[in-house]
Nanobody, 124 residues
């Protein structure tokens, strides 16, 4: 089972930017479907973006055009670049992976491996 670790969260004002990182030592992310989810207090874990092993990227409508998912193969690091942040983006962000090359589904149940999460807080 992959050990995923997120970093890069923090507090920003609305309109600001953050870059989240997800690392998985010894577990090549390039061969997997990887994704970012987020969870605000009192809500279900919500799909944000996903990246297949073939380079296909998809985004939730709420973040499309503002967030970018990418993978640095050399450093085995998954990124989520978040621009023009809104207070509604405040949540704990999680990276996830599944042992399939193609991505199927948009729910947390489709992913087996998870990080511990990193907090993102956007103030108005």
């Amino acid at each position: 089972q992959a050990q995923l670790a997120e970093s890069g969260g923090g507090s920003v004002q609305a309109g600001g930017s953050l870059r989240l990182l997800c690392q998985a030592p010894g577990y090549p992310l390039k061969n997997l479907c990887t994704a970012w989810f987020r969870q605000a207090p009192g809500t279900d874990r919500e799909y944000v973006a996903r990246l297949s092993a073939y380079g296909v990227k998809t985004y939730a409508d709420r973040v499309k055009g503002r967030f970018t998912i990418s993978l640095d193969n050399a450093n085995n690091t998954l990124y989520l670049d978040m621009n023009n942040l809104e207070p509604e983006d405040t949540a704990v962000y999680y990276c996830a992976a599944t042992k399939q090359a193609w991505c199927y589904g948009f729910t947390a149940a489709n992913y087996e491996d998870w990080g511990q999460g990193t907090q993102v807080t956007v103030s108005s």
